[in-house]
Each structure stands twice: as structure tokens, then as C-alpha cells.
């Protein structure tokens, strides 16, 4: 009897890896998928947190789309791995701190390990979405080969979606796979796949051209590295790229920065650190959750304190009651006129 033959896949949550598995599927090859989970992925996080996203689905992209390919996905936590490749990548970063170009050696070096860890199930090859000239740093046609072989998958990873562009792997020379059922996709126009996944019969999906990860965001890389610097270190800890997601990030002093919700939702996520973080919030108006990273010193309350009335129902008083609370919960309360915009400072937002 002919072996069938087992792959694993990299599953992002997005159409290319969708339709990589699918192409693979179709030549009767069975399919696991894998997700590795660093803290910075885009989804779920803030459409679950704020009011104003409500309205979104709610969904586990990674998940959902091993759902609708009927395989099984195996999450894995790489966080504390993750953090030598964003502060020390090799080949550098991309326009912000996004180190693409090792994120993907990373993620196809431990696919391959885990692949060594569970031979026992059988695995043959690895399998990616990438598609030459899609990402500017990532997906060209010379880091292809040097993800193959930095990440020590060498022609044991296939790429289903540019296969004709590239190389013959093992796969393919070995027959597990027919080459001319694969495909040619390069560059930056997502029709062919959109196309393709039509012929597939899939209807939803990920937004095609949408990034998973907020490290390729302006925004939050700027926030990043505003934390570095201001707590003169690289470290950092789940909690702290959880808090960068979130708020408005005002930092009117080097000693301390602000992170003011921005609705009822992110108010009430931020009460969930109120044990770490001095925490501030009106006494006399509705107004927003805030918390202190850093040091705020007594004579700093009240510009602390003037600060967050300003983005409270209370913003035209001529006085808010503002109650400030440190996480050993000593209270002091602090009567302030709001600051206007004008006086919030545009440089003070990080």
C-alpha cells in the first residue's frame, strides 16, 4: 500500500497558510497545523477589550481556520523564546520593530523541532502560506532559501503557493506531492489567491493583505521603545505588550507615563491591574480607568490627576474630585482643573 504521506503547517490565521493546507489536502496529504503563540498577534486582544469594537467577530483566526479545514492545531507558547528574536535579530528589523526576516527562521526552526519531539506521530515535511514578494523584508526570493536553511528545514519545507518558483524539495522530487498541482503566486496582488479560495469554496477569511502582529505597527513600536527607554532596559513581560495594546499613552514627565482607556471596556480591563499599578480615576464625573507606569511622586498628583479629568465627563468643570490609589491600595484624593487639549501637550502622547 502507497504511504500517506504528513505534514505540518504553520496556521497564522490568515488566507495563504488557509489555502496552503487546502492545496495539500487536495492531493490526499494529511495535515496538522501549528501555531506559535509570542504575545504580539494582533487578534482577538483589542476587539475583545474595547466597546467601540464590539460589533467584530470575535474569533481566534489560528482556530477558526483549522476548523474549517477539519485539522488539528497544536498552540505553542513561545513568548520567553520569542524575546532574543525581537531584541537581538540577526537580520535586523523591518520599517519598525518588526524582525521578520528571523521571526520566520524562528517559527520554521521550532516547527522543525517539534516535528523531532513528536516522530513517534510520523511527520514528513513542514509547510508554509509564503508567497515570493508578498512581504518586503520576509518573502522574497533570496531569504527563501535562507529561512530553509537557517531554520534547519532545508528542502524538507514546502511552500505550496510559489512551489513552481522556487526549487524542487523533497516532497516534490520524492512524489509525495505533485508539483503541477501546486502553484506559481508571487508579488503583492492577492486576486489569485482570493480566486483560488473561491474555487475551494472558502468564503471567510482573515483579511488577506492584513499583518498578525503589531510589531510591523508604527504605533505600537513606538510605545515598545518608549518603555525601553524610559525604563533604560530591553526587558520586558507579557503584561507589559498586553498593556501596549491598550489606552491612550501619555507620558508627561520621564519619570511616569499615563495609559488612559479610552471606553467603558478598556476601563474595565485595566481595573485588572490595579494590584501592580498606581492606579487614577474621577470621583465627581464618569470619566476613563488610568493607570501609572513608572514613579509618580507626591508633587506630581495633581498634573497626574488634571490629566486624567481631561478625557472625563467632567473635561468643562470647573473641578473634578480624582481619587488616586497605589496598588498597596493608599488613597489620597486630589481636587484638580481639567487640562484642555490645548494643554495636553501633542508631544506628551507616545
Same mark, same amino acid.
Given at each position: 500500500?502507497t504511504?500517506?504521506?504528513?505534514a505540518?503547517a504553520?496556521?497564522?490565521?490568515?488566507l495563504?497558510?488557509?489555502?496552503?493546507?487546502?492545496?495539500l489536502?487536495?492531493?490526499g496529504?494529511?495535515v496538522?497545523?501549528?501555531n506559535?503563540y509570542t504575545?504580539?498577534?494582533?487578534?482577538?486582544?483589542?476587539?475583545?477589550?474595547r466597546n467601540h469594537?464590539?460589533d467584530?467577530?470575535?474569533?481566534?483566526?489560528?482556530?477558526w481556520?483549522?476548523?474549517?479545514l477539519?485539522?488539528?492545531?497544536h498552540i505553542?507558547d513561545?513568548?520567553?523564546?520569542y524575546?532574543?528574536v525581537l531584541?537581538?535579530?540577526?537580520?535586523?528589523?523591518g520599517?519598525?520593530m518588526?524582525?521578520?526576516l528571523d521571526?520566520?527562521?524562528?517559527?520554521v526552526?521550532k516547527?522543525v523541532?517539534?516535528v523531532?519531539n513528536?516522530?513517534k506521530?510520523?511527520?514528513?515535511f513542514?509547510?508554509?502560506?509564503?508567497?515570493?514578494?508578498?512581504?518586503?523584508?520576509s518573502?522574497?526570493?533570496?531569504?527563501?532559501?535562507i529561512?530553509?536553511e537557517e531554520?534547519g528545514?532545508d528542502?524538507l519545507?514546502?511552500r505550496?503557493?510559489?512551489a513552481?518558483?522556487?526549487?524542487?524539495?523533497?516532497p516534490?522530487?520524492?512524489?509525495w506531492v505533485?508539483?503541477?498541482q =501546486?502553484? /506559481?503566486?508571487h508579488g503583492?496582488?492577492?486576486?489569485?489567491?482570493i &480566486?483560488? %479560495?473561491?474555487?475551494?469554496?472558502l468564503?471567510?477569511?482573515?483579511?488577506p493583505?492584513?499583518?498578525?502582529?503589531f510589531?510591523?505597527d508604527?504605533?505600537?513600536s513606538?510605545?515598545?521603545v518608549?518603555?525601553w527607554?524610559a525604563?533604560?532596559?530591553?526587558?520586558y513581560e507579557l503584561?507589559?505588550i498586553?498593556?501596549?495594546?491598550?489606552?491612550?499613552?501619555?507620558r508627561?514627565?520621564?519619570e511616569f507615563?499615563?495609559?488612559?482607556?479610552?471606553?467603558a471596556g478598556e476601563?474595565?480591563?485595566l481595573?485588572?491591574?490595579r494590584?501592580?499599578?498606581?492606579?487614577?480615576?474621577?470621583?465627581?464625573?464618569?470619566?476613563?480607568?488610568? =493607570?501609572v /507606569?513608572g514613579e509618580l511622586?507626591?508633587?506630581?498628583?495633581p498634573? &497626574?490627576a %488634571?490629566?486624567?479629568?481631561r478625557?472625563?465627563q467632567?473635561?468643562s468643570a470647573?473641578?473634578v474630585?480624582?481619587?488616586?490609589a497605589?496598588?498597596?491600595?493608599?488613597r489620597q484624593?486630589v481636587k484638580?482643573?481639567p487640562?484642555?487639549a490645548e494643554?495636553?501637550?501633542q508631544?506628551?502622547?507616545?
Open positions: 500500500m504511504k500517506q504521506h504528513k505540518v504553520l496556521i497564522s490565521g490568515g495563504d497558510s488557509m489555502l496552503a493546507v487546502r492545496v489536502q487536495e492531493q496529504i494529511e496538522e497545523g501549528i506559535f504575545g504580539f498577534c494582533v487578534e482577538g486582544h483589542t476587539h475583545a477589550i469594537d464590539k467584530k467577530q470575535k474569533r481566534n483566526n489560528a482556530l481556520v483549522a476548523e474549517q477539519g485539522i488539528k492545531l505553542v513561545v513568548i520567553e523564546e524575546k532574543d531584541l537581538n535579530p540577526k537580520h535586523g528589523y520599517a519598525n518588526n524582525p521578520c521571526c520566520k527562521i524562528f517559527m526552526g516547527a523541532e517539534w523531532k513528536h516522530h506521530d510520523g511527520f514528513d513542514i509547510v508554509t502560506g509564503e508567497v515570493i514578494g508578498q512581504r518586503p523584508m518573502q522574497r526570493k533570496h531569504t527563501m532559501p529561512i530553509s531554520s528545514a528542502d519545507l514546502l505550496p503557493l510559489c513552481k518558483n522556487l526549487p524542487e524539495t523533497k516534490e522530487r520524492e512524489g505533485d508539483r503541477e =501546486l502553484y /506559481d503566486f503583492r496582488n492577492r486576486k489569485p489567491q &480566486a483560488l %479560495a473561491k474555487q475551494f469554496g468564503h471567510d477569511f482573515a483579511s493583505a492584513g499583518g498578525c502582529c510589531l510591523t508604527k504605533s505600537y513606538d510605545k515598545l518608549d518603555l527607554q525604563r533604560n532596559s530591553r526587558e503584561d507589559d498586553m498593556l501596549l495594546k491598550v489606552g491612550r499613552h501619555i508627561p514627565t520621564e507615563k499615563l495609559i488612559i482607556a479610552r471606553d476601563s474595565k480591563f481595573e485588572g491591574y494590584k501592580q499599578y498606581t492606579s487614577i480615576h474621577a470621583l465627581s464625573h464618569s470619566g476613563p480607568m488610568a =493607570l /507606569d511622586k507626591q508633587d506630581q498628583y498634573l &497626574a %488634571a490629566i486624567v479629568a478625557f472625563g467632567g473635561r470647573d473641578e474630585e480624582i481619587d488616586i497605589t496598588p498597596d491600595q493608599q484624593q484638580t482643573a487640562l484642555s494643554e495636553v501637550l508631544e506628551w502622547y507616545v
